[in-house]
């Protein structure tokens, strides 16, 4: 299995809604990532975690929490979003942050309203 | 912050004709890595290079790294109607933990 899976697909939501996005992963990969996409725009690295621990925060709000659970899991708190936040969410694992090869998760493509 | 640029912004070639993309940084890079990502889906990784000159060939695409390790390419020889998406060149740094930046990116439109 080398799916990395990620729910919802697509989110509406308004600035006062809390929301979560999921990822999951069945690889045994010890590092998560999340990425955000704007439209015509390269990913840009959100957070890094490296064995269920947070090792990088690239100075995202905090209106975006990140938490893992466990090392299949991570899921991204959603919290007081403009509309600006609207993006693709991806989600991306690999064998440890020390292995070169990302699998990206299919995103989930969020609307703030 | 660092930025990778990528030339062309975008790319129309006809079915068959070759396509070539150039990523170029103003600081050494310490690997250089491709993705490519289709239409409304994700960044898949297609390859990474360390050495300085590397070359390497997946059927129809050739990745080179220049002798400067501050430049390199993506050459995709007879295009075909499923190449068509968006190439992102990334640099992978690792110092201390893993992080990929990725290219402004070309994207690459075939005509059938």
């Known amino acids: 299995d080398t799916e990395v899976t990620q729910t919802p697909k697509h989110l509406v939501m308004g600035m006062t809604n809390k929301k979560s996005l999921k990822c999951e992963q069945h690889?045994?990969?010890?590092?998560m990532y999340w990425y955000k996409q704007k439209a015509k725009k390269p990913p840009e690295l959100m957070f890094v975690y490296s064995y269920e621990k947070l090792s990088i925060n690239e100075s995202v709000p905090s209106r975006f929490s990140p938490e893992c659970p466990n090392s299949s899991l991570l899921n991204l708190h959603l919290h007081a979003l403009q509309p600006e936040d609207s993006a693709l969410y991806l989600c991306a694992s690999s064998q440890s942050d020390r292995s070169y090869e990302q699998y990206f998760g299919p995103g989930t493509r969020l609307t703030v309203t | 912050g660092q930025q990778v640029m990528q030339i062309p912004q975008y790319q129309h070639v006809q079915e068959g004709e070759d396509f070539t993309t150039y990523c170029n940084s103003s600081t050494t890079l310490s690997n250089i890595q491709w993705y490519k990502q289709r239409p409304g889906g994700h960044p898949v990784f297609l390859i990474q290079l360390v050495k300085s000159g590397e070359v390497k060939k997946q059927k129809r695409l050739t990745f080179q790294f220049g002798e400067a390790k501050k430049n390199s390419s993506l050459h995709i020889t007879a295009t075909q109607t499923t190449d068509v998406g968006t190439y992102f060149c990334?640099?992978?740094?690792?110092?201390?933990?893993?992080?990929?930046?990725f290219g402004t990116g070309t994207k690459l439109q075939v005509i059938p």
């Open positions: 690889m045994g990969h010890r590092a």
């Open positions: 990334a640099e992978l740094t690792l110092g201390g933990y893993q992080k990929v930046t």
